[in-house]
């Protein structure tokens, strides 16, 4: 069956970073996109990043406008893996982070559209 395992959370001060991964078992890693979620307390779970499949060994990145500028998303198909490198962190990025996994080529940013999920990994910006 399909996994994904999320890494690299954790407890940072503001203006720090942090990087998340997320590897993927049970399915053909490179065809799928995939995407970073987040929920804070209260919140409904929110887009973060998503890096979807644009045919052959071509990617397309998307990015919340919140996170913009400070967080990349990037993909090794080898390591059937995504990361997560976050920069410049405050402490409104505080929330538990999720992976998902959606079939590719088409790009979405609704967590309805992704089919599998990770357990998620908290991570916590101290101002």
Do not use: H
């Not at 503001?14 to 590897?23: D, E, K, P, Q, V």
């Not at 410049?88 to 999920?117: F, M, N, Q």
Request: charge should be positive; hydrophobic fraction near 35%; aromatic fraction near 12%.
């Amino acid at each position: 069956q399909v996994q994904l395992v999320e890494s690299g959370g954790g407890l940072v001060q503001a203006g720090g970073s942090l990087r998340l991964s997320c590897t993927a078992s049970g399915l053909t890693f490179r065809l799928y996109d995939m995407g970073w979620f987040r929920q804070a307390p209260g919140k409904e779970r929110e887009f973060v990043s998503a890096i979807t499949w644009a045919g052959t060994i071509s990617y397309l990145s998307q990015y919340a406008d919140s996170v913009r500028g400070r967080f990349t998303i990037s993909r090794d198909n080898a390591k059937n893996t995504v990361y997560l490198q976050m920069n410049s962190l405050k402490p409104e990025d505080t929330a538990v982070y999720y992976c998902a996994a959606k079939p590719g080529l088409e790009r979405s940013r609704r967590a309805i559209d992704y089919e599998y999920w990770g357990q998620g990994t908290q991570v916590t910006v101290s101002s």
